[in-house]
């Protein structure tokens, strides 16, 4: 864990999607008494069309621009508890801005992210192998929720509150060492 924790979002939440960062993020924020924001809320309002809309209409890269845009405002803005979209590790720039920060990966299995995202029943509701390239997606990016960070936090088979209340304590516990650091 990183002694220093650079200006920024008092901690910025990382993972899958159904992880629990939509879900989780507010608790956290209602117990450390911070407001929550997440990027992909602010990237829906700035498009004025729901995400799922941005990639259809717009393409992929389109949406990894607004992404990385409003994960770098948010970023150096917000000061309170910040969800990325599961994507935003993807961006090295992104990456290099969450160096330093209070990030908490929000680590959840392949069955957990199908359930949560209603792909784990015999027809999943997209056709192809959605299954397959969910597995593929988890692989890709599980090292770079690793590498950032500053607390791994499992969540399958856990209830939101558990979680937030892990994290809390966690910065709590990190607080409290910094200042026993600074007073010896």
Known sequence: MPHAHAPGPAVILIGPPGS????????????????FA???????????KPV???????????FR???????????SGHRGVLALGSGSVLSQATRGLLA???????QTGFRAVAKR???????????????????????ERQ????GLAWLT????????????????????ASRGARAGESHP
Do not use: C, W
């Open 153 to 172: 936090v499992t969540t399958d088979d856990r209830d939101p509150e558990q979680v937030a209340g892990e994290i809390a304590a966690a910065i709590a």
């Open 117 to 139: 995202t209603g792909l784990d029943g015999p027809h999943p509701p997209i056709p192809g192998n959605p299954r397959g390239r969910l597995r593929q997606f988890l692989e």
């Open 52 to 62: 799922g809309d941005i990639f259809i209409d717009d393409g992929e890269n389109a």
């Open 20 to 35: 629990g960062k939509s879900t989780v993020g507010p608790l956290l924020a209602a117990l450390l008494g911070m407001e």
């Open 100 to 106: 330093g920060q209070r990030v908490v990966y929000l």
């Open 143 to 146: 090292p770079l929720y690793e």
């Open 38 to 48: 997440e990027t992909d809320g602010l990237i829906a309002r700035r498009a004025g």
């Open 65 to 75: 621009d607004l992404e990385r845009s409003a994960a770098g405002e948010a970023i």
